[in-house]
């Protein structure tokens, strides 16, 4: 779900970069990028878009806006399995680095209440920060040991 404010259409984020969330003033920000597997088809995923979002959002305690799906495909030749990208959008220019930290944490230790019964089990495939190196060098180490 990608929701563009239609009065900062004259915005230009380039990748990695991605816009703000409504209600913020226009502008480019670093999001939490993270890809997941879910065990439902791709074609029973996109009329769930919103509740997936909405799902993520509370867990990670961010606004539904902050969660945006922004890419969906069935995974390596697992029609019952389909792949997930995911921006988290932070409100700010980037999420500060104890928030970075507890969002990447939910994730890895499957911290996410996803609905079992309506998306089936989520594998973590990964949490990708661009704009958050020293934070995710950090995590890297802690989460290896």
Known sequence: MFILHVDCLSTTCL???????PGSPCGCVWPLQVKL???????????????????????????????????ADAANQQLEKTTVLIDLVPKGVKFDDTTAFLIYKKFWYREILIDASVFGAYEVLYVHSPGYTLVMTLLRLFFSS
Do not use: D
């Not at 029973?44 to 806006?65: D, G, M, Q, T, Y």
């Open 15 to 21: 990748e990695p970069l991605t816009y703000t969330p």
């Open 37 to 71: 597997h879910i065990n439902i088809a791709i074609y029973k995923v996109f009329p769930l878009v919103s509740e997936l979002a909405k799902e993520i959002a509370a867990s990670v305690l961010l606004n539904h806006s902050q969660v945006r799906i922004v890419g």
